[in-house]
């Protein structure tokens, strides 16, 4: 083999063609699969949610009637959940990032993790095959509620088995990763040694192996409820909806914590670089995400206080909802106490770990408010529902999944973005963010029903304002996607390490190598952020 271009051999370079992608079994060339296919179906997700938002800048028909609105909301909420927001950070970033941090030179199934990208491109098809077959998209809203979802005459078969394909895909990434962890870890790397963005995909792959299978049975119930009428869940012939909801969301409130712990993993590597010092409690923050990953288990009914349960079941997930803060602020807290003293570099990385920290809290705060009793009973189904659970998925999860994009962009491609116009895309991505779903929160308040095609006039202002901010926000992303393409495609060439990071994927060249490493990395004394002269609090 030759190098391009006199370049030396990297994973980028080592071989040409379409081919040799798509049959890959280079972690790292999965990962990038995982990028490219994850951030279309995202811009595919931002455009149903701007046409929504277009659609309610004024009560009344603006640009779609009402069926066509509620099925865009559901392929809305269908993309961006399965498609976007559970896979986008352990599959892009975890297969990527975890074999360098582990310093070793792939997954432990290199040819289960491929598996799990077609898998992930199966689904997709078949979620964007009912825009073209039967009677159009579901209209049932992502969670396919019973006993609407087996009566509706639009494609929630194909839906719900889109989805049912995308679970396997997830299985195998977190089986995978499991193994990894526990196997294949250099010499000298003990558990309490890993990095803590590779604790918190432990922590997320055991939710991955244990929760996923609930709802691929679920979604087969449907299916088959649909197809052969058996009454699982329909009440015109002895089914239970409400049984249905017990399933969904005993797999889909776990979901959250997919999509929020690797965030978590995020903000706790970008911290400790960005403020060169010793992250602050180490051991907490690891075992705060396997904290919050087994409590997650066990609160799903928070999201059925209205529906009908007994009062002591009731209040059993109300305090076990409020016990899951418990952990995230222990991580907060340890964030905010490794910035303290530290020699902090405000660089484009870090707001976007802050903007986590500051999203994720508001979003953290109005769950308690859903999960609180008398006061779920008014918020509900409103717009406050809306407004929190973006500022927890998007706000959260979505800030650091870019954050994490501008971290690790110098070491995946081997170039540097410029920087003043990631601080100008970062400066509209919250701005435009807190614009448009802020005034969500208070429009619930005031008693707005979520998912509605038409509202009252009180509410006209407050929906006008938030519509202004999705196209601050679009012109945010838009600038920021300029920004990273035009950073790989003529930017500088980025050094090995410049951010002076510690853990084991700064030792190898950017990009890297083939097989990761061309010498055996060294482990930092006395643990994985162990800084040369950090300040000690």
Known sequence: MTAIANQPINYLNVKKGIWSWIFTLDHKRIGLLYLYSIGAFFLTGVILGVMMRLELFNPGRDIMDATTYNQVFTLHGVIMIFLFIIPSIPAVFGNFFLPLMLGTDDVAFPRLNLMSWWLYVLGALFALSTLVFGDGPADTGWTFYAPYSVKTGTNVTTSV?????????????????????????????????????????????????????????????????????IGLFDPSIGGDPILYQHLFWIYSHPAVYIMALPAMGVVSEIIPTFAQRTIFGYKAIAYSSMAIAFVGYFVWGHHMFTSGMSGSAAIIFSVLTFMVAIPTAIKVFNWLATLYKGSIDIKVPLLFALAFIFNFLIGGLTGLVVGALAADVHVHDTYFVVGHFHYVMFGGAGFAFFGALHYWFPKMWGKVYNMKRAYVAFGLLFVGFNILYFPMLILGVMGMPRRYYDYLPQFHTLNQISTVGSWILVVGLLLMIFNLIAGYRKGAKATSNPWNGITLEWQTASPPPLHNFDKMPEMPEGGPYNYPNAKSV
């Not at 396997?168 to 309490?192: D, E, K, Q």
């Not at 604790?199 to 709802?215: D, G």
């Open 161 to 229: 088995m889109a989805a049912f394909i995308l679970g396997f895909s997830s299985i195998l990434t977190g089986l995978n990763f499991i193994v990894t962890m526990h196997r294949l870890r250099t010499p000298g790397m003990t558990f309490n040694k890993m990095p803590l963005f590779a604790w918190s995909l432990y922590a997320t792959s055991w939710i991955q192996v244990l929760a996923t299978p609930v709802i691929g049975i679920t979604l087969l119930m449907i299916v088959a409820e649909r197809v052969f009428g």
